[in-house]
């Protein structure tokens, strides 16, 4: 069975720009979570769906944002970047909804450049 | 509010080396999930371990093994044999029932050979 896949791999963008990040869950998954990295602060929630509702949403600004589509592929896009953004975005899916305790698996990740 | 703590920053051993990854969590909920996940290099995060609140039993997986510990809040992960591809950064992760999953920091480990 494949893993989660996200695409692109690697982006750079200057201030001001937005991004649009892709994520395809394993196959028969139905929540995909959104987790943003950095060195800072670590792994922290950004949004979790679950049969295309945002069920839970983290500590971010409007800023970001997400949608997850029918066949459960999911996107997130963060409009007007900061500098503070560049990080590396991971996506995660899981069979049942993650906040029922579910085992989540991640992608590969998204590294976002900001300059 | 749950809280993760991964005391150990970094951790350097030689390779054949036993280590101990310690992880002390916090949450009032009585229903919760621990996990273990490894983070190469590459980026990904494996999983590699799930304990739910009601299983204290010790679990071992080759070179793997996890001390789940409620009386003290513990989530202990030792590595038997160190090999040099084990070198990677570590979480461990809490998620109570209907909340969300929170990582602690994590500790990088470096093996040697």
């Known amino acids: 069975k494949a893993g989660v896949t996200q695409t692109p791999r690697y982006l750079i963008k200057t201030r001001g720009q937005q991004v649009t990040l892709s994520c395809s869950p394993i196959s028969g998954h139905r929540s995909v979570s959104w987790y943003q990295q950095t060195p800072g602060q670590g792994l922290q929630f950004l949004f979790e769906?679950?049969?295309?509702?945002?069920?839970n949403k983290g500590n971010f600004p409007g800023r970001f944002s997400g949608r997850q589509f029918s066949n459960s592929r999911s996107e997130m896009n963060v409009s007007t970047l900061e500098l503070g953004d560049s990080a590396l975005y991971l996506c995660?899916?899981?069979?049942?909804?993650?906040?029922?305790?579910?085992?989540?698996?991640f992608g590969p990740g998204t590294r976002l450049t900001v300059l | 509010a749950q809280k993760v703590t991964q005391a150990q920053t970094e951790i350097s051993v030689v390779e054949k080396e036993d280590v101990t990854l310690d992880c002390v969590y916090e949450?009032?909920?009585?229903?919760?999930?621990l996990f273990w996940y490894k983070q190469p290099p590459s980026g990904e995060l494996v999983f590699l371990i799930r304990?739910?609140?009601?299983?204290?039993q010790n679990e071992i997986s080759g070179r793997y093994s996890w001390n789940f510990q409620k009386s003290t809040s513990s989530f202990n992960f030792t590595i038997t044999a160190s090999q040099v591809v084990d070198s990677a950064v570590y979480f461990c992760a809490l998620t109570p029932l209907y909340s969300t999953l929170t990582f602690g920091k994590g500790t990088m480990l470096l093996v040697s050979p």
């Open positions: 769906y679950f049969s295309e509702t945002q069920r």
């Open positions: 304990r739910n609140s009601f299983d204290e």
């Open positions: 949450t009032r909920d009585t229903t919760y999930y």
């Open positions: 995660a899916s899981s069979l049942a909804a993650g906040n029922r305790g579910d085992t989540q698996y």
